[in-house]
């Protein structure tokens, strides 16, 4: 089998503030091209006059050093310094323009051109919502709640190392949702009945499942050459949380090669929430 060469270019991801929105809707596409190796460069707080030529120049030199123009994603609300980039040696990928000026024409009316809006202070409730889950998932994770589950959305279950705590903690950071979970242990797989202080909250639970092998790389890398980490334990545990999950009817995912931001999505959906 002949090993298909990988290609490498830089990719510039621009913005006015964070650049998240920037990385999260160029690396979206990015994905689709599993034969290039990108090397992502990020410019973010681009708000000045001196900021922007310097950003430019960065293209400009990167361009010249590849022999071909790099790929730039913006969301970049200054108009000055955005027709300063498109004119740099470099395919411009224009977030704001291609999106905000067809809702202007849709809507019949100008946006309001504010940096920020996405990530910031806006709406201040809502960010004081996500810092409040924040914390709830916090003061919940690995079991440590049972007191505050009358208070969770929902209650993520499953064996050890198997995504239940970052799940939660990006349910919480991006929707505010009250996300505690629940590491199914030794002596709850004994049998397939829930754990007792599960039980009043069964409407709440999702479990999460993984591929043995997967599980098994994941725990050799916290705990080398333990039972604890041994393929044969894994398979063990995987195996009964599944059990455990078909017989209580509980809605489950198998996290092996889905992403945090799938899984939440799936979960969200799921469980209707909101």
């Not at 809707?25 to 922007?52: M, W």
């Not at 455990?244 to 931001?261: A, K, R």
């Amino acid at each position: 089998m002949v090993k298909q060469n990988i290609k490498s270019t830089d990719v510039f991801f621009v913005s006015d503030r964070t650049g998240i929105t920037a990385e999260a809707l160029g690396s979206s596409l990015l994905s689709q091209f599993e034969s290039v190796e990108f090397n992502k460069i990020h410019l973010s707080f681009i708000d000045t006059l001196d900021k922007a030529i310097d950003a430019v120049e960065q293209v400009n030199r990167a361009s010249s050093k590849a022999g071909s123009p790099v790929l730039v994603f913006s969301t970049q609300i200054n108009h000055e310094f955005r027709v300063m980039m498109s004119k740099s040696d470099c395919v411009f990928f224009d977030f704001f323009d291609t999106f905000i000026s067809k809702m202007e024409r849709s809507l019949e009316l100008k946006s309001s051109h504010t940096a920020g809006r996405l990530h910031g202070l806006s709406h201040n409730s809502n960010y004081t919502d996500r810092i409040s889950s924040i914390n709830f998932a916090l003061g919940s994770d690995d079991g440590l709640g049972a007191k505050s589950y009358e208070n969770a959305d929902l209650i993520l279950i499953g064996v050890s190392r198997s995504g239940k705590t970052p799940s939660c903690l990006f349910m919480a950071l991006q929707y505010g949702i009250n996300a505690a979970n629940y590491p199914l242990i030794e002596q709850d797989l004994d049998n397939t009945r829930l754990p007792e202080s599960l039980q009043p909250y069964k409407h709440k639970l999702f479990g999460l499942t993984i591929n043995p092998i997967r599980l098994q790389k994941i725990r050799d890398e916290r705990r080398s050459n333990s039972n604890y980490a041994s393929l044969k334990q894994c398979q063990n545990e995987v195996k009964r949380a599944e059990d455990l999950y078909h017989t209580n009817h509980i809605p489950f995912i198998d996290t092996t090669q889905t992403s945090i931001e799938e899984i939440s999505a799936k979960i969200i959906n799921k469980l209707s929430l909101r």
